[in-house]
């Protein structure tokens, strides 16, 4: 198993650009999580998914959108990049709630400097 | 709200000595405590985390976790520390009416080991 993964791996966009960045699990889960880890802040939650077709708001989607097209991918969209959304994110899946409390895990990341 | 605070931005320990991250939480319901490790250019592993019943924790890399309830702090551990086990630790905490698996992480403990 793969596990989670995320492309690309490192992006350096110019203010204004747009990007998606991909994540992609294989163990089945029904919940996807996209973060953002920025230093001496933690990791702060962007949007999630519950379930294929489903996404919510997360701590702090603004400048962000998601889709959930399928349930082994979920995406994360920069309509118009700006330099605040320099970071480094990540994204993460879990099994349903229902099926035990279950840990989170993570992909590799994807490090997006804004010019 | 719920909310983790990691007291220490950073831990310092000699090798062969043993180790304390420190984690508080507060959350209105039970709490389900996770601790992370990151190591340089990775995403977060899993370590160990407490749901119920028995208050120490045994985790990944001999590492364990103290649950407190009446001190609402659930402290990492490691007997004897190695250099190896430098890196990020994050502590974070999933509320137990939740059935999203959302989890608010802390803002991260740098722990050096030195030899």
């Known amino acids: 198993n793969a596990g989670v993964t995320q492309t690309p791996k490192f992006r350096v966009l110019k203010t204004g650009q747009s990007m998606t960045l991909l994540c992609a699990q294989d163990?089945?889960?029904?919940?996807m999580y996209w973060y953002r880890q920025d230093p001496g802040m933690g990791l702060r939650l962007i949007h999630y998914?519950?379930?294929?077709?489903?996404?919510a708001k997360g701590e702090v989607p603004d400048g962000y959108n998601v889709s959930r097209l399928k349930k082994q991918n979920f995406l994360l969209g920069l309509e118009s990049a700006a330099p605040s959304q320099t970071s480094v994110y990540f994204c993460?899946?879990?099994?349903?709630?229902?099926?035990?409390?279950?840990?989170?895990?993570f992909g590799p990341g994807t490090r997006l400097t804004v010019l | 709200a719920q909310s983790v605070a990691q007291p220490e931005d950073q831990v310092n320990v000699a090798e062969g000595n043993p180790l304390t991250v420190k984690c508080t939480y507060s959350?209105?319901?039970?709490?389900?405590l996770f601790w992370y490790v990151q190591y340089p250019n990775r995403g977060l592993q899993f370590l160990l985390k407490?749901?119920?019943?028995?208050?120490l924790v045994k985790g990944s890399y001999g590492f364990e976790a103290e649950f407190n309830k009446s001190q609402t702090s659930f402290h990492l551990k490691k007997p004897s520390a190695l250099v190896s086990d430098s890196a990020l630790y994050f502590c974070?905490?999933?509320?137990?009416?939740?059935?999203?698996?959302?989890?608010?992480f802390g803002q991260g403990t740098t722990l050096q080991v030195k030899p």
């Open positions: 993460a899946s879990s099994s349903r709630w229902r099926e035990g409390v279950n840990e989170q895990f």
């Open positions: 163990m089945n889960h029904e919940y």
């Open positions: 998914s519950v379930g294929e077709g489903t996404t």
């Open positions: 959350v209105s319901g039970n709490p389900y």
């Open positions: 407490y749901i119920t019943g028995d208050n």
């Open positions: 974070a905490v999933r509320e137990s009416t939740s059935n999203t698996g959302k989890l608010i």
